[in-house]
């Protein structure tokens, strides 16, 4: 059954994701615990919520993935009910929370808690790509490596070719351009500033 989770680790990660607990289907609830446990581990972040929504933007805005998760997840059954009711789509729930719980999993990571910058891994594999392959990594069905895979406007190669990989794009984007809006910046000067900002 591979590693095993301790049981403090688990309350830990509950805790801070409580979108987790409305996971239907245990074998992927397990196996999101999991992938976060993962991440976490590999990291070198002393703790989950110490880690931004865009590491080395750390400087311009506070605001963490694990708040950031949170809304996204929230973002993300808002708009499922609204394209369920109004567009008629089936959107399988157990998936899009899952695919919206790790869809930035990997920036603990791909990002250098003391640097700010990227890691080795964050050198060679990019943002999306690598939670994806987390994701696979624990086991998690297809489905949610491809909404990881295809989450990001700004990092993804592919686009979303499913109902919860759609809603799970749309939301991470109203959400984080929400977020810098609401701070007064733009979000594409705030990236491409920062990660020309520094070498790494
Ligand atoms: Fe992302
Ligand atoms: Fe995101």
Redesign the pocket.
Known sequence: MGRKVPESDRDYILGLLPAIAKIGDEGIREKVIRTWHRAWKQSNFSRIEDGHQFEPARDYIAYTNVEHTNQVCQACEKMAAISVEILKLRVNMDYLLAGALL??VDKLVIFDFQTGGFTEIGRKTS??VAGAALARAEGLPAEVAHMIDT??TN?SSRPPGSAEALILRQA?LLVAHSVYLAHGLEMEKVLNESLTRKTW
């Open positions: 869809h930035d943002h999306a989450h990001s990092f991470d």
